[in-house]
């Protein structure tokens, strides 16, 4: 490789490859999809949307996250097989030492190196992937309207209760979940209707957080979206997780996951199992897993265009 076509690399090395393998299984794609990879100076984002485009998905590492950084010229974006990714990352988190990715080498491939210490030598191992041309994706949240209204809790809360609500889509492809807020008093209800019907309430003792824009709030969203929201967050219990669901005035629903990468790389650390609040979260030692989906009963083809 040419100097030239090093000095204008992206360059990012990540202490543990673990965090990022369990950030991307928290956006789970089907098994032929593309992601979009997203390396500015900002940090390194990886974004993902279903065909219908009523549901994106991503992560968001930043650049303090790493041990280098660097990303000459402005943001790069490229497209990648997910699969492909997920399974190349998972090889080298094996071996828990650090990894460095590089974009692009000659051939446009994002470069993925590592190097362990052998007896007397050091042992280099690569991979490369190749990229395709993808344009940024439109973010869903361009279309956003205030008011808006949200709350917070713990992930492993949110998770317990979208598989609580399973059965009720058992044999139905078109369930629903309704997600109703009340400000006075202060309520939060979850209700699953299709071969059944299932309701369940959040305490709002567990609530770090609650803001209704309105009287009451009601919108509904599919099952299974909600279901790829909430189910693979990455956590091995009830800490490191906080997550904060917000509504806007036309049922566009964003759910992010503030998830505490130390946690993840030791798993030691113990933080307790209560609601966290946004001041407890260290922003410079947090990973970012977003959702964004479309309510039910909002034209979908006009949230698209």
């Keep these: 490789m040419d100097s030239t076509t090093s000095d204008s690399q992206a360059h990012a090395k990540a202490p543990n490859v673990r965090a990022l393998v369990q950030m991307l299984q928290a956006i789970k794609s089907t098994a032929k999809q593309?992601?979009?990879?997203?390396?500015?100076?900002?940090?390194?984002?990886?974004?993902?949307?279903?065909?219908?485009?009523?549901?994106?998905?991503?992560?968001?590492?930043?650049?303090?996250?790493?041990?280098?950084?660097?990303?000459?010229?402005?943001?790069?974006?490229?497209?990648?097989?997910?699969?492909?990714?997920?399974?190349?990352?998972?090889?080298?988190?094996?071996?828990?030492?650090?990894?460095?990715?590089?974009?692009?080498?000659?051939?446009?491939?994002?470069?993925?190196?590592?190097?362990?210490?052998?007896?007397?030598?050091?042992?280099?191992?690569?991979?490369?992937?190749?990229?395709?041309?993808?344009?940024?994706?439109?973010?869903?949240?361009?279309?956003?309207?205030?008011?808006?209204?949200?709350?917070?809790?713990?992930?492993?809360?949110?998770?317990?209760?979208?598989?609580?609500?399973?059965?009720?889509?058992?044999?139905?492809?078109?369930?629903?979940?309704?997600?109703?807020?009340?400000?006075?008093?202060?309520?939060?209800?979850?209700?699953?209707?299709?071969?059944?019907?299932?309701?369940?309430?959040?305490?709002?003792?567990d609530l770090g957080g609650f803001s209704c824009a309105e009287a009451e709030v009601r919108f509904s969203y599919k099952y299974k979206n909600l279901r790829t929201a909430l189910s693979n967050i990455p956590q091995k219990d009830t800490t490191g997780v906080n997550s904060k669901v917000s509504i806007d005035a036309q049922g566009l629903m964003k759910i992010t996951h503030m998830v505490n990468l130390q946690h993840i790389m030791d798993q030691d650390s113990y933080l307790g199992p209560s609601a966290y609040s946004e001041s407890q979260v260290d922003i410079s030692r947090t990973g970012i897993v977003s959702f964004m989906m479309v309510a039910e009963d909002v034209d979908e083809a006009d949230a698209a265009d």
């Design 34 to 205: 593309h992601c979009t990879v997203l390396l500015g100076t900002e940090g390194l984002s990886v974004r993902w949307e279903i065909d219908s485009k009523t549901l994106q998905s991503s992560i968001f590492l930043r650049q303090e996250m790493f041990l280098e950084y660097r990303c000459p010229g402005g943001v790069r974006v490229f497209g990648l097989q997910f699969n492909n990714l997920m399974d190349t990352l998972q090889v080298f988190a094996s071996s828990g030492h650090e990894l460095v990715l590089k974009y692009p080498n000659a051939n446009m491939q994002l470069e993925c190196q590592m190097s362990e210490q052998g007896e007397g030598n050091d042992v280099n191992i690569y991979a490369q992937l190749d990229s395709q041309e993808m344009p940024i994706p439109k973010d869903l949240s361009d279309y956003w309207q205030d008011p808006s209204s949200y709350f917070l809790t713990s992930g492993m809360l949110l998770k317990e209760m979208i598989e609580d609500l399973e059965w009720t889509a058992v044999g139905s492809n078109n369930s629903t979940v309704e997600v109703c807020m009340q400000r006075q008093p202060r309520r939060l209800l979850f209700t699953a209707q299709a071969a059944g019907t299932l309701q369940i309430e959040i305490p709002t003792g």
